[in-house]
């Protein structure tokens, strides 16, 4: 067994609800130490939020992490808002958090849609990131979005069936625009059958009660977010990649990730030669495995240790 990489269980020194406009408020926290080296937490989903477990990525000694959850997801309010909530916006809140703590630039670590978000404000803003750790890779491709909703590659068939067996047989040809619709929908039965399908993947077994609030309103921002292809273009994306190309960049991919699979990696790598890939062979979607977390603790230290603050 591998041993726990991971940081002891901390506290924040500040947590605060920031009004970001439109009616949004974030849930902003700070760990470790206020003069350490600032690092920004990205989450995945959207709609995931940031659990406690995301604090014991940061040594406690070294960093100043700041973690928020997303507009309309975990503690930040409105829950399930979907009004003025696209990627230009989330990358516009995360500007303002940068402000608002007076940093003047900063490590950003992004893991899945979190990696998709992270490479989109430090193409907008490169001069305020001085590295990045970009952790199982999705950039919001039409082909990923419609890899995942089609059998994922076989990874979990069983699971599978029963996602799809819950759209009318003549709705099955787009599964993605009728899940969407139905999360979009507030749709409890099918929210549910998509955190199921996602938990198959990831190796985790079905719910075994009716999705909360907050598993609701993920469902929902995800629906938002995937209709509308995430409010983003891969060609951009990686366009500004080259602008990127001076600072300090780790790559971590699981080779048997089955949500955000290696190719998207593999596509990163081409647009930014500069980056360190690390792959991990036994290494799935759940950053929070031992050997995924290991690696995104590593390569942390790596790009801290190269950025020039």
């Known amino acids: 067994m591998i041993p726990d990489p991971l940081f002891p269980p901390s506290t924040p020194y500040r947590t605060q609800q920031l009004p970001v406009g439109d009616g949004h ?3 902003v926290e700070e760990c470790g ?27 406690p000694t070294r960093f100043r992490a700041v973690l928020f959850d997303q507009r309309g997801c975990g503690r930040s309010t409105p829950l399930a808002g979907l009004k003025c909530n696209t990627t230009a916006h989330l990358v516009e809140d995360i500007e303002r958090i940068r402000t608002s703590l007076g940093i003047e630039r900063w490590i950003v670590l992004g893991g899945s849609w979190g990696s998709l978000l992270a490479l989109v404000y430090t193409g907008r803003y490169p001069s305020r990131v001085a590295g990045l750790v970009l952790r199982g890779i999705f950039l919001g491709s039409d082909e990923e979005l419609r890899r995942y909703v089609n059998d ?46 996602e938990r198959a993947l990831m190796g985790e077994p079905p719910l ?32 500004a990649c080259a602008r990127l190309r001076h600072l300090p960049v780790c790559i971590v991919q699981g080779r048997r990730d089955t949500v955000c699979p290696p190719r998207a990696a593999a596509r990163l790598q081409r647009a930014l030669p500069n980056a360190v890939m690390r ?18 603790v590593a390569m942390l230290e790596a790009v801290a240790a190269a950025a020039d603050f």
Not at 33 to 59: A, K, M, T
Not at 211 to 234: E, W
């Open 25 to 27: 408020v974030l849930h």
């Open 33 to 59: 130490r206020h003069d350490g080296i600032p690092v920004v937490f990205l989450h995945g989903g959207p709609g995931s939020g940031c659990s406690v477990e995301h604090r014991r990525f940061f040594d």
């Open 152 to 197: 994922a590659e076989g990874a979990a068939p069983h699971a599978w069936q029963a996602f799809a067996d819950g759209i009318p047989e003549e709705e099955r040809g787009d599964l993605l625009r009728a899940y969407t619709s139905r999360l979009l929908a507030g749709d409890t039965a099918a929210a549910r059958r998509w955190l199921d399908y």
């Open 208 to 239: 075994s009660d009716v999705p909360d609030a907050r598993r609701l309103a993920k469902t929902m921002i995800q629906g938002h977010y995937l209709a509308n292809a995430c409010f983003s273009d891969v060609a951009d994306v990686l366009a």
């Open 279 to 296: 792959y991990v062979e036994t290494g799935g979607h759940n950053a929070l495995a031992a050997d995924m977390a290991g690696t995104c």
